[in-house]
C-alpha cells in the first residue's frame, strides 16, 4: 500500500503499513465510463456514509484510505499533483493512502484509454482545511429541504422522479438509482458531466436537453423534455444543495 504526500507540487511515496488505524474514513472510488463516484465511509459510525461524485474533499495533513475499482472497464485514478495513475480494474479493489498538506483543488482525470470519451473523464481532489472539511462532511449527509408546494420546483420533482430517479438517487427520498451520479447535494458541485459544463442553471439545462451533444456515448440518454419541463426539472435540482 502507498502513502502520498504532497510537498511543494510534488509527491513522494512511503510505506504506511503501520498507519492504517490513523486513517480517518475510506473512500471508494468507482470508476464509470465515462464519470466517478465516491462513496464515503466513516470508521466510526455506519450512519455518516454518503455518495458523491467526479469531486472527492479530503482533509489537509490527514491520511485518507482510496479503494479504486471500476464499474466497467479499465479506468485509472490519476490526479497528478496527488498520486500517480492507479488502476481501477473489473473486479478488483486497489488500495492506497492520500496525504496532501496543501489546501486547494486538485486536477485529474482517467489515467487509462477507457473509450471514447477517455480525455473527458475528468476528476478533481478538493483538499480543505480540516474544519472546512468536517462542515462539508456533515452537509453532505443532510437529507435535501423539498421544494415548497406549488412552485416550479415542485413541479420538477415530479419530473425528477418519473423520468431520473431510475437512473440516479436523492437522499431519502424514492429516487434510488445507481446508473448515473448521486444527486442529493448536486449544487455542492461545481462541474457537470465529470468536467463539461459548468454547475448552474445554464449547464442543467444544455447537459438535460442533449447530454450526447456535450459528451457523445455517454450513458444518460435524450430524455426528450420540452424547454418547460426542463426549466421545471433545474428548478427543482438547484434546491439539491
Known amino acids: 500500500m502507498t502513502s502520498v504526500s504532497l510537498f511543494a507540487g510534488a509527491y513522494a511515496l512511503a510505506d504506511d503499513a503501520g498507519s492504517k488505524a490513523e486513517t480517518p474514513f475510506t473512500v471508494e472510488i468507482t470508476g464509470h465510463q465515462w464519470w466517478w463516484s465516491g462513496r464515503y465511509l466513516s470508521n466510526s459510525e455506519s450512519d455518516r456514509t454518503f455518495t458523491t461524485a ?38 478488483q479493489v ?4 492520500i496525504k496532501v498538506d496543501e489546501p486547494g483543488v486538485y486536477q485529474g482525470q482517467c489515467g487509462v484509454f ?16 480540516p474544519e472546512d472539511f468536517e462542515a462539508w ?9 423539498p421544494p415548497e408546494e406549488g412552485t416550479e420546483a415542485a413541479e420538477g420533482m415530479k419530473i425528477f422522479a418519473a423520468t431520473c430517479s431510475g ?19 448536486l449544487m455542492t458541485r461545481s462541474t457537470l458531466g465529470s468536467g463539461m459544463l459548468t454547475n448552474d442553471s445554464e449547464g442543467l ?17 435524450d430524455l426528450g423534455l420540452d424547454e418547460q419541463k426542463i426549466d421545471k426539472l433545474v428548478a427543482y435540482m438547484e434546491t439539491l444543495d
Not at 427520498?173 to 442529493?184: D, H, K, W
Request: hydrophobic content about 35%; overall charge negative; aromatic content about 6%.
Open 205 to 221: 439545462a444544455r447537459w438535460i436537453d442533449n447530454p450526447q451533444q456535450i459528451k457523445p456515448g455517454c450513458r444518460m440518454p
Open 54 to 91: 467526479s469531486e472527492f474533499h479530503i482533509p489537509a495533513g490527514k491520511e485518507v484510505r482510496f479503494q479504486i475499482r471500476s464499474a466497467d472497464v479499465m479506468h485509472g485514478f490519476w490526479v497528478p499533483r496527488v498520486t500517480e495513475s492507479v488502476d481501477a480494474v473489473p473486479g
Open 137 to 145: 462532511y456533515d452537509d453532505q449527509l443532510k437529507v435535501p429541504e
Open 114 to 129: 477507457c473509450g471514447a470519451q477517455h480525455q473527458n473523464m475528468k476528476l478533481s481532489v478538493v483538499v480543505d482545511e
Open 94 to 97: 486497489t488500495e492506497t493512502t
Open 167 to 185: 437512473c440516479h438517487a436523492v437522499r431519502d427520498t424514492a429516487a434510488g438509482g445507481v446508473y448515473g451520479p448521486n444527486l442529493s447535494h
